[in-house]
């Protein structure tokens, strides 16, 4: 299936999206949707035939623990009021701790790199079959920007997503503003990622905007995309046509007109590049309304289709997938239920669950991490933490005012998230009146009832308070 040329629907540009010329599709974050209450610029784009793709964030498929049944629920609930072709994801843990390790659940808030071994792999395999199974449509799964990296990985990214491919008959979506910024924080060239991922799996094609400071790309989404990443978009069109390539932009919005040039720009980028003529590989096969298992795996990744840029497959190729179980470290692809699948997650969980918390509680690194790297991912983490706090919660930053965002980094330092940005507002503003704080009566009486309108009818009595700082300070130690 051809997507064309789309944008990311955010609400703050919905009226924009809905203007803008020869738009083929939108893709919309799935969690900020309810599924029986659709925005109606979103209805609208519907109505008139647009396409929409909901992209989740949470499921974490490159966690320890098996996809919550829940979640995949409701992002294929999504799928479905949206008549959605597809639904994608990332190639990320978002969340670690909890019962593989008996310790206490934290939230990233953010995708985090997997490790790149066949163990990691086998565990990804298994997680994307269960979303596979459970979804009604096509799943395709993103690489991201990362600031750090594991030791002793096992295998570069474009062996890691064809190995991915080749066990799962996944689709891909490719970000190349994502291979631009691992070539500048990873030393990762975006050429030989391309040549040894499998590119006639993929779905379609991420590009976005960013910003380098002192010599560390960040990833931003709020700035012009720049011209190494539309180098790299004509490196993956001289491999292959994808059906379809995304602009993405969440934040620091532009006028309609500069969204409008830039999808320009990529739409000429594409005309302008080159594709290298070869001999297609065996098509993809569709499988009955995308099921998985439906129909046949898709072309080999290994040898000529995947360094040659194949022919691309259509985006409803099959999700299911055989796969073999050579050397991929105890988790079979038969679903790793035995001891040696638990195993292997459970000393993912381990590693997973160390990293974390050294990026948002303070422990110590974990061995064979670039500590600098991981205060610089660290400070991120927070800043970002601080600034999605703030659009969630818009009345803190109010209330606060130019006290809030030193305020709310003070506080991350030793509490990390544990349940989702909503909740994280809720702790911040309780643990500021457990403290009496804000110090000035007015802003105080409004944080109070700001408090109480969502959560209780009065703030925790002095036992509660007693018990909660207690508990905070055993988590600490």
Same mark, same amino acid.
């Given at each position: 299936?051809?997507?064309?040329?789309?944008?990311?629907?955010?609400?703050?540009?919905?009226?924009?999206?809905?203007?803008?010329?020869?738009?083929?599709?939108?893709?919309?974050?799935?969690?900020?949707?309810?599924?029986?209450?659709?925005?109606?610029?979103?209805?609208?784009?519907?109505?008139?035939?647009?396409?929409?793709?909901?992209?989740?964030?949470?499921?974490?498929?490159?966690?320890?623990?098996?996809?919550?049944?829940?979640?995949?629920?409701?992002?294929?609930?999504?799928?479905?009021?949206?008549?959605?072709?597809?639904?994608?994801?990332?190639?990320?843990?978002?969340?670690?701790?909890?019962?593989?390790?008996?310790?206490?659940?934290?939230?990233?808030?953010?995708?985090?790199?997997?490790?790149?071994?066949?163990?990691? #792999?086998?565990?990804?395999?298994?997680?994307?079959?269960?979303?596979?199974?459970?979804?009604?449509?096509?799943?395709?799964?993103?690489?991201?920007?990362?600031?750090?990296?594991?030791?002793?990985?096992?295998?570069?990214?474009?062996?890691?997503?064809?190995?991915?491919?080749?066990?799962?008959?996944?689709?891909?979506?490719?970000?190349?503003?994502?291979?631009?910024?691992?070539?500048?924080?990873?030393?990762?060239?975006?050429?030989?990622?391309?040549?040894?991922?499998?590119?006639?799996?993929?779905?379609?094609?991420?590009?976005?905007?960013?910003?380098?400071?002192?010599?560390?790309?960040?990833?931003?989404?709020?700035?012009?995309?720049?011209?190494?990443?539309?180098?790299?978009?004509?490196?993956?069109?001289?491999?292959?046509?994808?059906?379809?390539?995304?602009?993405?932009?969440?934040?620091?919005?532009?006028?309609?007109?500069?969204?409008?040039?830039?999808?320009?720009?990529?739409?000429? %980028?594409?005309?302008?590049?080159?594709?290298?003529?070869?001999?297609?590989?065996?098509?993809?096969?569709?499988?009955?309304?995308?099921?998985?298992?439906?129909?046949?795996?898709?072309?080999?990744?290994?040898?000529?289709?995947?360094?040659?840029?194949?022919?691309?497959?259509?985006?409803?190729?099959? %999700?299911?997938? %055989?796969?073999?179980?050579?050397?991929?470290?105890?988790?079979?692809?038969?679903?790793?239920?035995?001891?040696?699948?638990?195993?292997?997650?459970?000393?993912?969980?381990?590693?997973?669950?160390?990293?974390?918390?050294?990026?948002?509680?303070?422990?110590?690194?974990?061995?064979?991490?670039?500590?600098?790297?991981?205060?610089?991912?660290?400070?991120? #983490?927070?800043?970002?933490?601080?600034?999605?706090?703030?659009?969630?919660?818009?009345?803190?930053?109010?209330?606060?005012?130019?006290?809030?965002?030193?305020?709310?980094?003070?506080?991350?330092?030793?509490?990390?998230?544990?349940?989702?940005?909503?909740?994280?507002?809720?702790?911040?503003?309780?643990?500021?009146?457990?403290?009496?704080?804000?110090?000035?009566?007015?802003?105080?009486?409004?944080? %109070?009832?700001?408090?109480?309108?969502?959560?209780?009818?009065?703030?925790?009595?002095?036992?509660?308070?007693?018990?909660?700082?207690?508990?905070?300070?055993?988590?600490?130690?």
């Amino acid at each position: 299936m051809e997507l064309g040329i789309g944008i990311g629907w955010r609400p703050e540009i919905a009226d924009a999206v809905e203007g803008l010329p020869n738009v083929d599709w939108v893709e919309v974050v799935a969690e900020n949707l309810c599924h029986d209450h659709l925005p109606d610029s979103l209805i609208r784009l519907r109505a008139r035939g647009t396409r929409i793709v909901p992209h989740g964030v949470s499921l974490g498929l490159g966690g320890a623990d098996r996809p919550s049944e829940r979640k995949l629920k409701d992002l294929a609930e999504r799928a479905a009021v949206l008549g959605a072709p597809l639904v994608t994801e990332h190639i990320a843990f978002v969340r670690a701790g909890g019962e593989l390790t008996a310790s206490p659940r934290l939230e990233a808030g953010h995708l985090l790199p997997v490790p790149r071994t066949r163990e990691a #792999l086998a565990v990804l395999c298994e997680n994307v079959r269960i979303a596979q199974d459970l979804l009604p449509v096509p799943l395709a799964l993103e690489n991201i920007a990362a600031l750090i990296s594991w030791p002793g990985e096992e295998l570069t990214e474009g062996q890691f997503l064809a190995e991915l491919v080749e066990r799962t008959g996944v689709r891909l979506l490719i970000d190349v503003a994502n291979l631009h910024t691992n070539r500048v924080n990873r030393g990762e060239d975006p050429a030989t990622a391309l040549d040894e991922l499998p590119v006639e799996a993929i779905a379609y094609v991420h590009v976005a905007g960013g910003i380098e400071r002192d010599g560390v790309w960040h990833d931003t989404h709020a700035h012009p995309v720049t011209e190494p990443v539309l180098e790299i978009l004509r490196e993956l069109r001289s491999r292959v046509s994808p059906p379809g390539v995304l602009l993405e932009r969440d934040d620091n919005f532009p006028a309609p007109a500069e969204l409008a040039a830039e999808l320009e720009t990529i739409r000429r %980028t594409l005309r302008e590049s080159v594709r290298v003529t070869v001999p297609a590989s065996e098509p993809v096969r569709v499988g009955a309304a995308g099921s998985p298992g439906a129909a046949g795996r898709p072309p080999s990744t290994t040898g000529a289709a995947r360094t040659t840029g194949a022919s691309t497959g259509p985006v409803g190729a099959p %999700t299911g997938g %055989t796969g073999d179980t050579r050397d991929i470290g105890g988790v079979g692809d038969g679903g790793g239920t035995g001891d040696g699948g638990d195993a292997a997650r459970e000393r993912l969980a381990i590693a997973q669950t160390a990293l974390l918390s050294a990026l948002v509680a303070g422990t110590p690194a974990p061995e064979g991490f670039d500590s600098r790297r991981l205060r610089v991912q660290s400070r991120a #983490l927070a800043a970002k933490r601080a600034d999605v706090v703030a659009k969630v919660a818009p009345e803190l930053p109010e209330i606060l005012g130019d006290r809030y965002r030193a305020t709310f980094l003070a506080y991350s330092r030793t509490r990390p998230m544990r349940s989702g940005y909503r909740r994280d507002a809720l702790d911040f503003a309780e643990h500021l009146l457990i403290a009496g704080r804000p110090a000035d009566d007015r802003a105080r009486r409004l944080l %109070t009832r700001w408090w109480e309108e969502r959560v209780a009818p009065r703030p925790p009595r002095r036992a509660i308070r007693i018990a909660r700082a207690a508990r905070a300070a055993l988590t600490r130690r």
